[in-house]
């Protein structure tokens, strides 16, 4: 084909269940194709896709199988909304695999609940009336009422005010710690990667050219990661800049709380001198 393209290369990837990984590198490197693939809404042209180590493309029944185990919420999931009410939202996906009646309903329930929406306040309201980051819960729920083991989200603060998105990630937060879901999170901002990740998948051109835990790739890899364009978290860069013009202060700092310890740290020992 003359126009084709090769959107992966020789993409080898193993998650376990329990991990959250986050996804990293720039728009066009590949992250939104592989996330499909992993839920089996595009079929590789080579290899495979092995979930518990079944290939999910060897016949239907095997794929429909998939699609209740890996939830995927793509970017802007609201734009996709189009059911008169939040309960009849968060219903259709259940519905289409045949759950009804008084199950359905306890579906709805806990979904709403794990996303910190009361059920009773929501249940009747149209999704149009939300606010974005309430939209952006809504799509959630709609994704754990088919009761996924793993949650895939591209972008799910993407366009968010920072208290919408403050509670987005607290809600992906509880959903790994609180209900035990594999997460698997692609996102361009870096602090966020840094604080939730506990790996980190780096692409580029469609490959996977890192995968490590956040504090070695951002540590070790500061050179590798400008040559391609992206950059560190805010406040690993700072500390990053300080230790370069000579100050003492410890390397791979990813959070505020660990920056305020080496700052507080540095401000004792020159007030010793």
């Given at each position: 084909?003359?126009?084709?393209?090769?959107?992966?290369?020789?993409?080898?990837?193993?998650?376990d269940k329990g991990e959250f990984v986050?996804?990293?590198?720039?728009?066009?490197?590949?992250?939104?194709?592989?996330?499909?693939?992993?839920?089996?809404?595009?079929?590789?042209?080579?290899?495979?896709?092995?979930?518990?180590?079944?290939?999910?493309?060897?016949?239907?029944?095997?794929?429909?199988?998939?699609?209740?185990?890996?939830?995927?919420?793509?970017?802007?999931?609201?734009?996709?909304?189009?059911?008169?009410?939040?309960?009849?939202?968060?219903?259709?996906?259940?519905?289409?695999?045949?759950?009804?009646?008084?199950?359905?309903?306890?579906?709805?329930?806990?979904?709403?609940?794990?996303?910190?929406?009361?059920?009773?306040?929501?249940?009747?309201?149209?999704?149009?009336?939300?606010?974005?980051?309430?939209?952006?819960?809504?799509?959630?729920?709609?994704?754990?009422?088919?009761?996924?083991?793993?949650?895939?989200?591209?972008?799910?603060?993407?366009?968010?005010?920072?208290?919408?998105?403050?509670?987005?990630?607290?809600?992906?937060?509880?959903?790994?710690?609180?209900?035990?879901?594999?997460?698997?999170?692609?996102?361009?901002?870096?602090?966020?990667?840094?604080?939730?990740?506990?790996?980190?998948?780096?692409?580029?051109?469609?490959?996977?050219?890192?995968?490590?835990?956040?504090?070695?790739?951002?540590?070790?890899?500061?050179?590798?990661?400008?040559?391609?364009?992206?950059?560190?978290?805010?406040?690993?860069?700072?500390?990053?800049?300080?230790?370069?013009?000579?100050?003492?202060?410890?390397?791979?700092?990813?959070?505020?709380?660990?920056?305020?310890?080496?700052?507080?740290?540095?401000?004792?020992?020159?007030?010793?001198?």
């Amino acid at each position: 084909m003359p126009f084709e393209t090769e959107a992966l290369k020789n993409i080898n990837l193993e998650i376990d269940k329990g991990e959250f990984v986050g996804i990293i590198g720039h728009t066009g490197c590949g992250k939104t194709t592989l996330l499909q693939l992993l839920n089996g809404l595009l079929k590789p042209t080579k290899g495979q896709i092995l979930i518990d180590n079944i290939d999910i493309h060897q016949d239907k029944r095997k794929l429909r199988e998939v699609r209740k185990k890996i939830g995927l919420s793509f970017q802007y999931p609201e734009a996709q909304f189009f059911e008169e009410t939040i309960s009849k939202e968060i219903a259709f996906g259940p519905n289409n695999m045949g759950v009804t009646g008084k199950e359905l309903d306890e579906r709805i329930q806990k979904s709403l609940k794990m996303v910190d929406m009361d059920y009773h306040c929501y249940k009747d309201r149209s999704p149009f009336t939300l606010s974005g980051g309430e939209m952006r819960r809504l799509a959630i729920a709609s994704i754990l009422a088919i009761e996924p083991e793993v949650v895939v989200l591209d972008e799910p603060t993407a366009s968010l005010d920072p208290q919408s998105c403050s509670k987005i990630l607290s809600v992906i937060v509880n959903l790994h710690q609180k209900y035990s879901k594999t997460i698997i999170m692609v996102s361009h901002n870096m602090e966020i990667m840094a604080e939730l990740a506990k790996r980190i998948i780096v692409m580029e051109k469609g490959k996977v050219i890192m995968d490590d835990t956040p504090r070695n790739i951002f540590q070790y890899s500061i050179e590798k990661l400008e040559n391609i364009g992206l950059s560190l978290p805010p406040v690993t860069y700072t500390m990053y800049k300080l230790k370069k013009i000579g100050k003492p202060i410890s390397s791979g700092i990813l959070t505020v709380e660990e920056a305020k310890d080496e700052i507080l740290k540095l401000a004792r020992s020159i007030k010793r001198k």
